[in-house]
């Protein structure tokens, strides 16, 4: 059973960065990661938001949002 | 085999979360993470600058520095 993750990007290359280095190496027995480009997917701005997110990248887990350093802000995508 | 990967914090909440949540969710079959404290261990403060951490909390792997949030300056723990 596991837990899900969501990683909320803008298809920058600080989120490509941080995709592939931290977001793919979670542990797949304990986390899927769902990836969502929000540039491309501006329907979910308001989920990324509601969950705390303020800039890309960032990871939603155990309900908390982790900024990984900066990439754009969540206005930018808006 | 697994690659190393630096967990560097302040002790402080925000590092904590990060700790337990993202630096603590690395797939063990890829990644051995060791936890620095650098307001309790100074002397390797200037490694961390070196490898491009600013603030803290910061997960260092694959050759590159990844704040998390944001808990304290890295001037903050000098």
Chains 1, 2 share one sequence.
Do not use: Q
Request: hydrophobic share 45%; charged share 20%; aromatic share 6%.
């Amino acid at each position: 059973m596991t837990t899900k993750a969501i990683f909320y990007h803008a298809g920058c290359p600080v989120c490509v960065s941080a995709e592939n280095s931290v977001a793919n190496a979670l542990d797949p027995a304990k986390y899927t990661v769902e990836s969502v480009h929000l540039g491309t997917d501006k329907s979910r701005v308001k989920e990324a938001e509601a969950a705390g997110v303020k800039s890309l990248p960032a990871l939603v887990m155990n309900g908390a949002a982790f900024h990984i350093n900066f990439g754009a802000s969540i206005d930018a995508v808006k």
